[in-house]
């Protein structure tokens, strides 16, 4: 062979390598954990293992095992992925760090995301675009609390499959008792996940046992190697199979003549004389013309950069979304979403940032923290704020309507993050759940009858009485007999019971914190509503947060709520027990019940504080009388 002909050899050879690469599908994975579970080692193996090191980067890595190693004379792997500075000389992960390698069958993005738990974020930020993650374990440690939080983390940002890696597996003599262990507490932790596969491995990543080529140390394991998994696991084309999104990036103008639409696909397929139209208005038409950086192509489907053209002239702008007609996205001005809090300075309801979501940006507001999330036991919390790292359920507010999917149909157009107005940092991040179906034409109105004047002609103050205590306590009694009492005197009541109030107006909430929120939220309103008329209002709420009873408390004017603490120690409650709640709660058979396996705040600065053993309960009744006639109310 000539030497032109080996040359054109050669050519045709990369030519058809190039081609192949670009033939394979490709899976983006994340690696995650506790600290010095062995996360840069694992990729460092991988990489090493699949001749992706060079020969300078190799010596370069025999240099940097010598001066930051931690394995003694031999190469430390890690090295290749924590590339700061602080990172190696520190030992551990900070910045998430990305790697791409290939094998014959698929090639792969993989994020080294960082173990420790002020580091959450750069987790975070490593999960919210992988479809895989693989989850590693100390064998000698089994789970940790930041194991269980990155795995939450992971299902929350809608990664549905996940690799349990049980790391160091060479430290434990490579037991086999010891890995059954392990996958079956994280089995039964992960329970409600919702990850759709979940392999278990047992490895160690520092002399490639099981990463890449299975490991004769272990006969008892007749599962895929690491590699093995990651090239076969069918992750599905979930963003092919979605309704078309496209996202206006750039309106294309090089002259009078063209007009074109350009971004890149969000998720589904379009062909040229599809029928579009833009979300929000409505708008629609054709697809003319679909320009691909090669030129004109007849088709394009997600992730891919196009530039539309359309039959109609329509205003479309940055922001705007094109999208298949027969299944439009949400378009509100108000959602509910899932946050990530990714700034020192806490977020605060109230204070304005900006939203960016897809490509456009519009002022967003938090108005409400429904709950706050706790990443190491999952419970439920209610809050004022969100610090750095912490995760909630809000309610946000934005200056205009925006289109958007729920998350889990659509990570892409489901998720947006926030911008703090003065300094471009970024300062959270958000998964939307659902729109909140407001009206936005909805004003005061002005009415000339107010509460001053209603409360003159029924002779009386409107007060609002908001009766607080655990199930059994007594609030329901108290709160009847007080009515009766007041009723006696010739005043105008009404009494909203907790009880009573679920088989209507909040019939549709359960029990869980969130609902719980919303259940105080919705009877606040309407105590103020009946305080507006100028009624005496008796709530009787187990109400089991001092923040929804804040809230309620805020909802009215100074001197018209009264904090009604009825104090009764949950054993005499469940002596008590009228309904025989207390004890389907403790075999199990009511889930996020007060007092057993969900929390109550008791009040701190109660107006009335009614302690309720072995009294009469129309003595006690007789106190918060005694105590409306010293404030005047009646």
């Known amino acids: 062979m ?45 990489l090493y293992d699949t001749k992706l090191i060079f020969e300078d980067q190799l010596a370069a890595l025999e240099r940097d095992s010598k001066k930051h190693g931690t394995v003694g004379e031999e190469i430390d792997l890690a090295l290749l992925v924590d590339g700061l500075e602080a990172e190696r000389e520190q030992g551990i992960t900070i910045d998430v760090a990305y790697r791409f390698f290939a094998t014959d069958k698929r090639k792969f993005i993989v994020a080294d995301t960082p173990g420790h738990e002020q580091y959450t974020r750069n987790m975070a930020t490593g999960a919210s675009t992988a479809d895989l993650a693989v989850l590693l374990v100390d064998a000698r440690n089994g789970l940790m609390v930041q194991t269980r939080r990155h795995a939450f983390i992971a299902s929350l940002l809608g990664i549905r499959h996940v690799v349990l890696a049980v790391n160091k597996i060479d430290l434990v003599d490579y037991s086999e008792a010891r890995f059954e262990e392990i996958r079956a507490e994280f089995e039964t932790f992960a329970n409600g996940f919702d990850f759709e596969t979940f392999v278990a491995i047992p490895m160690s990543a520092r002399f490639g046992d099981n990463v890449t080529a299975r490991s004769e140390r272990m006969g008892w394991y007749d599962g895929p190697t690491l590699l093995e998994h990651l090239e076969g696991v069918d ?17 294309n103008r090089p002259n009078l003549d063209f007009r074109g639409y350009s971004g890149t696909i969000a998720s589904g397929r379009v062909a040229v004389g599809d029928s579009v139209v833009v979300a929000g208005p409505g708008k629609a038409s054709k697809v003319a013309r679909i320009i691909a950086p090669e030129g004109d192509v007849n088709a394009a489907r997600a992730e891919e950069a196009v530039t539309i053209t359309l039959e109609d002239e329509i205003d479309i702008s ?4 094109l999208c298949a007609p027969e299944a439009r996205p949400d378009v509100a001005d108000q959602m509910a979403a899932h946050l990530i809090w990714m700034a020192d300075d806490a977020m605060l309801p109230g204070r304005s940032y900006l939203m960016k979501i897809g490509t456009k940006t519009v002022t967003a507001t938090v108005t409400e923290i429904k709950h706050k999330i706790n990443v190491n036991s999952f419970e439920h919390a209610a809050a004022k704020k969100l610090d750095l790292n912490e995760i909630a359920f809000c309610n946000l507010a934005l200056s205009q309507a925006v289109a958007f999917d729920p998350y889990e149909a659509n990570r892409s157009t489901g998720s947006f993050i926030l911008i703090d107005r003065m300094t471009n940092a970024t300062v959270g991040a958000g998964m939307v759940w659902f729109a909140l179906r407001r009206a936005t034409n909805i004003h005061w109105q002005a009415l000339e009858v107010d509460k001053a004047a209603r409360a003159e002609s029924l002779g009386q103050k409107p007060a609002v009485l908001w009766f607080t205590g655990l199930s059994g306590s007594g609030k329901s009694t108290i709160a009847s007999i007080v009515e009766k009492k007041l009723h006696a005197e010739g005043k105008q009541t009404y009494t909203l019971d907790g009880d009573n109030i679920r088989h209507g107006l909040n019939r549709d909430l359960g029990f869980t914190d969130a609902d719980r929120v919303e259940n105080i939220r919705r009877v606040g309103e309407v105590a103020r509503l009946f305080a507006d008329a100028g009624l005496i209002t008796l ?5 089991p947060f001092r923040s929804e009873r804040r809230m309620a408390r805020d909802l009215l004017e100074d001197g018209e709520f009264f904090e009604v603490f009825v104090d009764t120690p949950i054993e005499e409650c469940k002596k008590r027990d009228p309904k025989g709640l207390y004890k389907r709660a403790e075999a199990g058979e009511i889930k996020n019940f007060t007092g057993i396996d969900s929390p109550y705040e008791a009040p701190e600065h109660a107006e009335i504080h009614l302690h309720n053993v072995n009294r009469d309960p129309e003595d006690v009744a007789d106190e918060v009388i005694a105590f409306l006639k010293e404030k005047g109310v009646v």
Not at 237 to 249: D, G, I, K, S, Y
Not at 318 to 321: K, N, P
Not at 539 to 543: G, L, M
């Open 2 to 46: 000539s030497m032109s002909e080996q040359i054109l050899a050669s050519e045709e050879a990369v030519t058809d390598y190039i081609l192949a690469q670009e033939d394979k599908d490709q899976l983006r994975f994340l690696t995650c954990g506790s600290v010095d579970d062995g996360k840069s080692t694992l990729i460092g193996r991988l």
């Open 235 to 251: 992750v599905g084309e979930h963003v092919l199979e979605a309704p078309f999104r496209f996202p206006v990036q750039w309106v």
């Open 318 to 321: 940055r922001g705007d979304q």
């Open 539 to 543: 709530v009787s709420f187990i109400s």
